[in-house]
């Protein structure tokens, strides 16, 4: 896929969230397109991909058919896009994913687990990251740095790290292009 595509795809996300299509919350991507199109010329196809609740992106350049992204996100399901046949996996819990991560790749599975600047903040990530380092396991942990916990700067929420990151583990930084939370305005909780 193209950046353009994938800019593609959100704004017609976006259209249908305008619309009042969709009756759950969504978290749009947008800012990141070369570097997980860069990303993604290392995942294989037959390597797990583990992302957040924004995971529209990695869904679609893991390989998974657009329309059938398209379909999740209209019934609601945008923040757990599920795709086990695809061995594509999503969490909305902050850091869910990562012992999850660390599951697959214990039983011999190649995973690349995709992360925000919160949840690398956070102590689960830490322990993923030492308990799969530890053990030599197969993880490729990527965090996605906005700078952005939800709305909060990430340096005045949980400081700044300068920490020297190990193999298999990516950082790249970008500016996103959508507001954090996203709802059809006819929508109530």
């Known amino acids: 896929m193209t950046p353009e595509e994938l800019k593609d795809f959100e704004a017609e996300v976006a259209v249908h969230i305008q619309a009042g299509h969709i009756h759950a919350p969504v978290h749009l991507s947008g800012g990141n397109e070369d570097q997980l199109i860069e990303i993604f010329k290392e995942v294989k196809p037959e390597d797990w991909v583990l992302s957040t609740w924004r995971s529209h992106y990695h869904a679609l350049l893991k390989g998974i058919p657009r329309e059938e992204v398209m379909a999740e996100i209209l019934a609601g399901r945008s923040m757990m896009l599920h795709f086990p046949q695809y061995k594509f996996l999503t969490s909305s819990i902050v850091g869910g994913i990562l012992p999850i991560a660390c599951g697959l790749a214990a039983a011999g599975e190649r995973v ?34 906005n700078g952005l916990s939800t709305n909060t700067p990430t340096g005045e929420a949980w400081g700044r790290e ?28």
């Open 162 to 189: 300068d920490t020297v990151w190990p193999n298999r583990l990516h950082r790249y930084y970008y500016t996103r292009t959508y507001p954090h939370y996203g709802v059809s305005p006819n929508v109530s909780f």
């Open 112 to 145: 690349w687990c995709f992360v925000g600047d919160m949840a690398a903040s956070a102590g689960i990530f830490h322990e993923s990251l030492k308990y799969s380092r530890r053990h030599g396991f197969p993880v490729n942990f990527v965090v996605e740095d």
